[in-house]
């Protein structure tokens, strides 16, 4: 069974080490959501499916990191991806009795 307490706790990590790979900086970190909001926006889904990793690492990343993002307000955007990917997995699951 999918712990939602734990998925929630971790969603608040993720937005501190955001906050903190952004030297704790607000306005810094609403730049980089905006940013990886507007990569989001413009990247195109492969035409062939791919593992996600894949297409993380040679579309998602690189093109955040052409964005002016730093690579590792990059690596935490993407950890997020991986692990929301996780709680949209066991969503689409079958259901557990």
Known sequence: MFDLLSHNRA????????L??????ETEMERVLITAAKVFDE?????????????INKVIKPALIEEN????QADIIIKFIKHDAKFVEWMMGPEEN
């Open 11 to 18: 969603m608040m990590n993720f937005h501190t080490e955001l």
């Open 20 to 25: 903190e790979v952004c030297d704790w900086c």
């Open 69 to 72: 993002l730093f690579e590792n």
């Open 43 to 55: 990247v195109r889904l492969p035409d062939i499916p791919c593992p996600l990793d894949h297409y």
